[in-house]
């Protein structure tokens, strides 16, 4: 059976590495393009050496791509310069877009937070918003999905079932969300050199963040209201990794342990999504180079509320993991084939 | 004039190492004892390569040091073996407190969070609680000093002005504080070794931290009322630094804006406490090595709800900077001396 | 067809988690025992996080282990108690240990290093010693391959070949390494914790590493004749990484370019070996989490001189990837099974 | 007495900040001018967080300085860039110049490194090449002083006494050193990313670093005949610090622990440099923040050879601290006014 011909747009990013390290494992899928418009010509190991001496194509710019060979599109580019570039992608070819151009549903909230009209509405409309576990079914169908933000997977995958199930004051949540360096990209900043990030921590966004936006849609879906979370993301002097603390109350009749309880039987039959003994704390390093993610829920000291705790890898159930994810689902293939490595730690 | 005769007890952690670094070079103090049950014998040198061809007195057990050449007990044992030396130590000597011991007022509190009866109820009942800003006056009549802990320092330093001047709900506090792994002390333990620390982040302590107890105390008293917080530390991949996030809700009438403006005038005056403009981020890194304070008040995206940001170096205003801040202040010398080090960054 | 029952003894420490971690992948090998003396009873994810859901079996003493199931051990036990232990491991079973106590044939030399007669002669007679690209033949007959140090890996696979070609000067050989945190294990030892360990750099065991004995051995071996060479570790602070910068001398009328196409011609077909181009850095990151070694050789400013550069990942290549790797080989699978996973950066 | 005034020129780099910082706290010295061409019209506090609350002038660029109120200037100007703007500094201010435009005495040598020739070769002609300790008499003298670099510093300092006494053999010397990643400034450039730089280690400009003709220069003059020393500089994944791990050959008659005794004899009054005891492992930690340097001797395994280390904070001893030590001998000030902090640790 022949395998499914991919195309890796944006490959010189941390996200593209990604797909690139898994997809030569693959057992379905195989690289047929890859793409880096600043870096065309050059081979990806020179991008990215850890490739030295895998077969791999050349680095060309989207212009050059044939896309007659190629099944499945990996869009890996930076928010805005997306929606252009997939308007002219054949549509008989499925794509899994990364960036944040096609997560939010209503184009009013895309250009507020976005500051511009978008400019691809028809194919905004068909794209399905995919944390796979939430998702699974209009994924399989889905010609265009929208891969979710780092921080709103670690945000939304214990809070959205708590709203669903009415258990928590949609009034009443607070995240506060901390991020491995990796999620800022490769582009170079000062602000992102070594020197400034490591030894240190701090807050960013403070009150004004974009994924607020992908989080109010998702929460407003699943409480059936308006809902508007307080999100407070951070840098932390580390690659990977995002932990989520959420602060929540607990609706009357609810405690903690029931919490624990909806989630475990939401997630009982998923794999990469482990709920832990009650009162057990999850570390980032240990889902680190993996798709799975750890959750867990205290109590409070105060009664009636509790604390949930979610860690992910940003890179990979955060990005280009729930991306292939997203795409062995959109084949019909199983969907952990070649995401299934198990966190490296130490 | 002569020097302040100073005696460090447990001079072989870090807090230990912090003081001997500062005296070394204040103008007004001289180290005359040093003392590490473990490492009785040992120069200081050995236990800290750092303190090579620094002329220091070698370590001793705490029963050899001759009290009557000491004016000055720094007292950086662990928690719980405090009490009991402490009791010893002559009356007319002054003695600044590194740990838990005596920083509860209340015995109650202090055998519900410890699990154990307090054993120096007579000198618990004269020890001031020294935050140095909050509590200068007193502190210059005291004869033994309870140095604040390094999370309850970051916390209370921008929590209570606002809670005195009734500018937030009291029932509505979430700390969410980070710190750097140097707060775990220097005892070997698995969890705390490189492997297990760096690339990766954690909650602990989760519903039941004993800084608690300290919050509850501060809080209480600046709002008239019995106040519990919610309070989260974490570990992050770095020596120094602590972060608090601290989510309020503002009293009917008061914005974020007043909130900053009520920090801003309550520390107006003061050298170590900088309120940044409304808004900015404040780093760790930027406090790093030294006794300095940055704290600033955001707006969050729900009406009436602050954020507050406050970093400190946890090594020195979370302990051995403000202990000889408090130090200078007992002994009628300028509060900077000898603190004034300047960030070192990157 | 039943898949090869394998037993980890002293699954607690880092190799060992690493075993796990790549036998969870592996298509014929199945996890059937695992032991951790001081750990016994708890379950691998109380040990390991990562491993939390998966199906394996509770750490027990290996007292507890019943044989009569297993085909292959690896022994991940610490140095001088896998003798005793590996006694008693029935013949028909093939063992891959991972300490240095079958490393070196000439018990004088294991008596001189490791200040104790050996107490295992019979096995040690029989060990393979086991670079598995320089040993092959030899691995696929063992029952017992004596798996090669890190340090040693890194030191050997550039030099051996040079000598064995008599391209280098065997008495002018200078080994600086550099190896992550993770080769020190798991002990809790006051020197490895974070804050002893980050943010700075030093040697260790200058003049006198055990590993010395190892590279004598090979580089003897190699050169037909004695050959010490200076060899410096470092420790660096990351997890993972050895870095060996290696200085020689050129016989006359070999250059450095000779040296470097020696190389490349005696690597040319191994998968985990990739010598880059003449002139090319290679990373320690670039093989991060996987069993590839990067090398590489650069002209020195002196006429006649060169420097080699080799990286891996010291628990991989180093130490539990090599070991599968040996394993593949004895039992007569391919040998990159579940040893393939490529490097994961950043 | 009236302070000196001082002008920073390059003050928005690490060096140009370690300078502000120490600067704000000498008795003797105050900031009257800072520059950052990029950033003019900035306040300090903008470009580095940590003067936030300090009384600083705003960045200015150098054509804005008004020479006449400057006494001494600090040029922490990239390479190059320095000829050009020190040509127009009156003559009767002081300058310490950070950058390597004037520490190479042969205009020869300058054009070959540097690919062009030098602009302002009479000021070359004038400048002091200031290892401190080595040159404190031309210093006192100097009008310009070059202040070294920091690998050449790390370098120079254990080898030159060794040279000057005859006691190893010029053309055995191997350098293998290590540095932080302040070492490659502020600016944004991907290959030092956090991302790219953490947990990993690599080589660079082997076989050609410009600090290579510094040594070679110092080297020649203490050996009285031309000296090439092999040179290998790496990056480590921390901020600051430098290690050098140095091989060399005794003469006959000459043990290592003569070597140790030579340097030992040579820094004996030394206040900086500190040689401790024969066969002890100096860490970049322990001299992290300081202008210290800590230097040990050890015997290698091959009888004859010695291996030297050496460690130092390459942004204070190795950049800002030498240069303000400089600065006090040009000014008859004590050396260590305001450059005597402790190393921080952790």
């Known amino acids: 059976m022949d395998k499914i011909a991919v195309a890796i747009l944006g490959a010189s990013g941390y996200t593209g590495a990604e797909l690139v390290r898994m997809l030569l494992r693959h057992p379905r899928m195989h690289i047929k393009a890859l793409t880096a418009d600043r870096k065309a010509g050059s081979t990806m190991a020179e991008a990215f050496p850890q490739f030295y001496g895998f077969d791999l194509p050349r680095l060309v710019t989207i212009a050059e791509v044939d896309w007659r060979g190629i099944d499945l599109v990996f869009c890996a580019l930076p928010h805005a310069t997306t929606q252009a570039v997939l308007k002219d992608v054949p549509a008989r070819i499925k794509i899994v877009d990364l960036s944040a151009d096609f997560r939010l549903a209503d184009p009013a909230a895309y250009e507020k937070w976005y500051g511009h009209p978008h400019a691809a509405l028809d194919l905004q409309r068909e794209a399905v918003y995919g944390i796979t576990e939430f998702a699974r079914d209009k994924v399989a169908k889905a010609r265009l999905v929208a891969n979710p933000g780092c921080y709103t997977t670690a945000g939304q995958l214990p809070v959205i079932p708590l709203l669903e199930a009415g258990a928590i004051d949609p009034d009443r949540i607070v995240i506060d969300a901390k991020s491995g360096v990796s999620g800022a990209g490769r582009a170079a900043k000062e602000a992102n050199l070594f020197t400034e990030v490591s030894e240190g921590f701090h807050a960013y966004g403070v009150g004004h963040h974009r994924h607020m936006a992908e989080l109010d849609q998702g929460f407003s879906a699943a409480a059936g209201r308006p809902v508007v979370a307080s999100f407070t993301p951070h840098l932390l002097p580390q690659n990977?990794?995002?932990?989520?603390?959420?602060?929540?109350?607990?609706?009357?009749?609810?405690?903690?342990?029931?919490?624990?309880?909806?989630?475990?039987?939401?997630?009982?039959?998923?794999?990469?999504?482990?709920?832990?003994?009650?009162?057990?704390?999850?570390?980032?390093?240990?889902?680190?180079?993996?798709?799975?993610?750890?959750?867990?829920?205290?109590?409070?000291?105060?009664?009636?509320?509790?604390?949930?705790?979610?860690?992910?890898?940003?890179?990979?159930?955060?990005?280009?993991?729930?991306?292939?994810?997203?795409?062995?689902?959109?084949?019909?293939?199983?969907?952990?084939m070649g995401v299934d490595q198990i966190a490296l730690f130490p």
Chains 1, 2, 3, 4 share one sequence.
């Open 240 to 336: 990977r990794g995002i932990e989520a603390t959420i602060y929540v109350d607990c609706v009357a009749g609810k405690t903690p342990r029931d919490l624990h309880d909806i989630l475990a039987a939401r997630f009982a039959g998923e794999e990469f999504v482990k709920v832990l003994p009650f009162g057990t704390v999850p570390h980032t390093r240990h889902v680190r180079g993996s798709n799975y993610v750890h959750m867990s829920v205290f109590a409070d000291r105060q009664p009636g509320r509790a604390i949930l705790l979610c860690v992910i890898d940003n890179l990979i159930k955060g990005a280009s993991g729930q991306a292939l994810q997203n795409a062995n689902v959109m084949f019909g293939l199983p969907e952990t």
